[in-house]
């Protein structure tokens, strides 16, 4: 177990962008590889400033999209540490589009998983996190069923 000094609060970080024409697809809605992009470097941001470290994208376990987005809308990217491991930390990151009255609208959800690494590139230890709330301690819970069945892909060559 590590001491108190190694130990985090899991904040919550933002990432917000207005959504413009070069953001598009030919069928006129964000390009998901963009949305894509955004999501890995919050979750990048998130995972470094919990590790103090560098890090690595190790996996994007969960990627659903639930509606479209549109040039002028603005996004909102949420993201938080929900797992730490001994070198590895899961992030999730919600997706939202805010109205010009605040009012989020949910698009898209994902799950990845990041890497502190040394200045080698080699796993380096992260600190734990405090699990304060019933909802942490929930998500906590499905993060280590994710991380099993990440496992058991890899196991089968996946």
Request: net charge neutral; hydrophobic share 40%; glycine share 6%.
């Amino acid at each position: 177990m590590s001491d108190l000094n190694d130990i985090k609060r899991p904040a919550k970080h933002i990432s917000q962008y207005l959504i413009r024409p070069v953001h598009m697809n030919h069928y006129g809605r964000l390009f998901g590889g963009e949305l894509l992009r955004w999501i890995d470097e919050l979750a990048g941001i998130v995972a470094r400033r919990h590790a103090n470290a560098n890090i690595t994208t190790a996996a994007i376990d969960n990627l659903q999209f639930k509606a479209p987005v549109y040039a002028g809308q603005m996004l909102v990217l949420v993201g938080h540490i929900t797992y730490v491991g001994s070198t590895s930390m899961e992030v999730r990151v919600d997706t939202y589009t805010e109205d010009l009255d605040g009012i989020r609208r949910v698009i898209n959800r994902a799950y990845i998983v990041m890497v502190a690494i040394d200045d080698n590139g080699k796993p380096i230890p992260v600190p734990d996190i405090i699990i304060e709330t019933e909802e942490d301690a929930m998500e906590y819970e499905a993060a280590k069923k994710r991380r099993d069945m990440r496992k058991m892909r890899r196991a089968e060559g996946f």
